[in-house]
């Protein structure tokens, strides 16, 4: 009986049979965009990408404009000319400062990598629990403001800091080191610390995902600790670690505050002297033309580094 | 197996992690060339013992020796062992050559020599021409192939492998089994062989350990332990098994009978077994060791039992009889010779039948 009841509700006139059945309704819109996989996508980007037109592509196409221009008096000449490149290209003082920034920032980006890189390894392969509380205790000093962190540095290193007066009580030195403060190797310290959780996080993601019984295969075909870490975890941390490169060594270059606090005249870098331009100087057209030349050499700078990893990855197999 | 002629030779080995004790006491022998399988069901040990070998895991107490030398000082990559992982863990940075050829750095061999021996395990493993070929572009057979020339080109004395099949596909897994067998074949390596897959470990194995527990419940031959399982639980892991209460009746005669629940007296040389009088025991018989017929047949074993239910599978047919004497039905598969078995699915409940059996077939167990 119950299977006559179902035969006849699936023939019963409501239902009509197959052929017939009533259209699928979709509106014109939901059909292009089903079948456009390129339109889902910007569809998706767009709140970043309109951010990313407002914020940053506009802005810089000023800036662009701006360093083609140059200073008349209070006034800027809007006629578009190659002068400041000129200048920047002839004149040493840029070229020193630029190397010196870049040369900063580099050891400053190797010296936090390097420093970092052991402690994202202890995390993703010798902590079992509670990753997440180390995690954020490594973060921990970036809860506090940039500035208060130079600050911090300041004291720690200053004439009659922590490490002078510590070394002082002990004996072990006679005046203060003076090297310590205002100098490319405060720098270079501070900006190590204060950058160090962009290192650790990209690393500490990249090691984490590394399967480990592909260390197992490495340690089971003859490779002892050391040949297995450079054969198989380093290349395969590669991603996190030029990502670290790249999230530290681009906004460095550029930075003014730690050392218009810590640099002294040996320390200052490209940063200051672009910011000075802007402020107290007022020649925004050359400051636009330095900002210009510093993105240009960073970006030949992330090419070749990008090259040059790529190539020893290919080497170290 | 005598001790001395063992390349493997796991002495009372045990494995605790932290309270639980993965391994129990193990003791095997393995010798050289074999195609040794640690069978049992995920949890019981083997994948441990496996690991103990490759020195992943150090022992709790006991000492494996491999050609002689003890195991325990010597770290995973100085032993002279070789592991086929269980998802094959090929080095996604690496194209198939430099995958294949990543022990042999260790050897400073002349590059173009290298090249060589790397040529020849692709042509071993039936895959000339992939040595160009990136990680990511493999199959699941493709990876497997190429994880086992990895640890096959550094002539290991052992290979280890971890359920190396298990993530292929049926037809794959079981063309994959006989070049396996036919590669282990051609290179003598031994093998130790993890699997759940008591089929697999059937076909593939010269010996197999079945573990459970932690514990090595019988180390035979396929034939060894399928025929004559030491325990309930071996009889049952590998293939199915029928179980009758039975009780030994001596009268002084030189064969002892069996008096079994629903089966009546079956007669058992003494040879194979030694039980008193009046022993309990458990009498255990294959689903295939029945033969089925609707009449009475001419056997010496036979009893009238009545259909419960049946299933036609194409080469064979399985039915459930019920006999008197015994709640639960007995399971029998038939080969699919005659009309009767054929039209398994078509005879209707309650159909009385008969089953037949010879004495050798039966299998004396220990009650549980």
């Not at chain 2, 004790?21 to 994948?47: H, P, R, W, Y």
């Not at chain 2, 750095?105 to 000339?128: G, T």
């Amino acid at each position: 009986m119950p299977e006559a009841l179902d035969r006849m509700t699936r023939f019963s006139p409501t239902h009509p049979p197959p052929g017939e059945m009533p259209r699928i309704k979709t509106g014109r819109i939901a059909t292009l965009l089903h079948r456009n996989e390129t339109l889902r996508g910007y569809l998706l980007m767009s709140p970043t990408l309109a951010i990313m037109t407002i914020g940053i592509i506009i802005p810089f196409i000023i800036l662009l404009v701006l360093s083609f221009w140059t200073r008349q008096g209070f006034e800027f000449d809007t006629t578009l000319t190659l002068t400041n490149y000129r200048r920047v290209a002839s004149e040493p003082i840029f070229g020193a400062l630029l190397a010196r920034s870049l040369w900063i920032s580099g050891v400053a980006t190797i010296t936090t990598v390097a420093l970092c890189y052991p402690m994202a390894y202890f995390v993703a392969f010798h902590v079992r629990r509670n990753k997440m509380m180390w995690l954020i205790l490594i973060t921990l000093p970036f809860w506090t403001s940039y500035l208060l962190r130079v600050f911090a540095w300041k004291v720690i290193l200053g004439y009659e800091g922590v490490i002078n007066s510590a070394l002082i009580s002990l004996g072990w030195i006679e005046a203060p080191l003076e090297f310590l403060l205002y100098s490319r190797e405060a720098v270079i310290i501070t900006l190590a610390h204060a950058w160090a959780a962009f290192a650790i996080l990209p690393l500490y993601v990249s090691l984490e995902k590394i399967d480990k019984s592909l260390l197992e295969a490495a340690t089971d075909l003859g490779d002892g600790p050391v040949a297995r870490f450079f054969r198989v975890t380093l290349p395969l941390s590669m991603p996190g670690v030029i990502a670290a490169c790249f999230l530290i060594f681009i906004p460095t270059t550029g930075d003014y505050i730690t050392p218009a606090l810590l640099g002294g005249p040996d320390g200052m870098m490209i940063g200051n002297f672009i910011q000075v331009q802007f402020g107290p100087v007022n020649n925004w057209p050359m400051g636009a033309t330095l900002s210009i030349v510093l993105m240009l050499w960073i970006c030949a700078i992330a090419l070749v580094f990008l090259f040059v990893t790529r190539k020893a990855q290919e080497r170290i197999a | 197996m005598t001790g001395s002629s063992a390349f493997i030779s796991v002495r009372s080995v045990s494995k605790a992690f932290g309270r639980f004790l993965a391994i129990d006491n193990v003791s095997m022998d393995i010798a050289q060339g074999e195609f040794f399988s640690l069978l049992g069901a995920s949890g019981c040990g083997k994948t441990t013992l496996l690991r103990m070998l490759a020195g992943f895991e150090s022992t709790t107490r006991g000492e494996i020796f491999i050609d002689g030398q003890p195991m325990s000082p010597v770290p995973p990559h100085h032993r002279p062992v070789n592991m086929v992982f269980q998802n094959y863990a090929i080095f996604p940075h690496l194209n198939v050559r430099d995958n294949i050829a990543y022990g042999l750095r260790k050897q400073r061999l002349p590059r173009a020599r290298r090249h060589e021996m790397v040529e020849e395990m692709l042509e071993l493993i039936k895959l000339p021409g992939f040595g160009t070929r990136k990680a990511n572009e493999l199959s699941g057979g493709q990876r497997q192939r190429i994880a086992l020339a990895r640890a096959l080109i550094l002539r290991p004395k052992v290979l280890l492998l971890d359920e190396p099949l298990g993530a292929l596909d049926k037809q794959l897994r079981e063309q994959m089994q006989l070049e396996l067998r036919a590669l282990q074949r051609k290179v003598g390596i031994t093998f130790v062989f993890v699997t759940h897959d008591q089929e697999e470990a059937l076909t593939l194995s010269d010996r197999i350990a079945v573990m459970q527990g932690g514990q090595v419940l019988q180390v035979d031959t396929p034939a060894g332990l399928y025929e004559s399982p030491n325990s309930r639980s071996v009889a049952s892991f590998i293939g199915n098994m029928n179980f009758f209460r039975g009780t030994v009746r001596r009268n002084g005669a030189a064969n002892a009978i069996i008096e079994t629940e629903g089966l009546g007296a079956i007669p058992v040389p003494d040879s194979r077994f030694a039980r008193p009088d009046g022993a309990a025991v458990q009498v255990a018989l294959r689903p295939e060791k029945f033969a089925i017929s609707p009449t009475k047949p001419d056997a010496v074993h036979a009893v009238q039992g009545r259909l419960a239910n049946s299933a036609y599978l194409g080469e064979r047919s399985h039915f459930y009889i019920t006999i008197e004497g015994r709640g639960e039905p007995i399971a029998v598969s038939a080969p699919n010779h005659n009309r009767f078995v054929a039209n398994a699915g078509s005879h209707a409940e309650d159909t009385p039948l008969w089953l037949s059996w010879s004495s050798d077939a039966i299998v004396v167990l220990d009650p549980e």
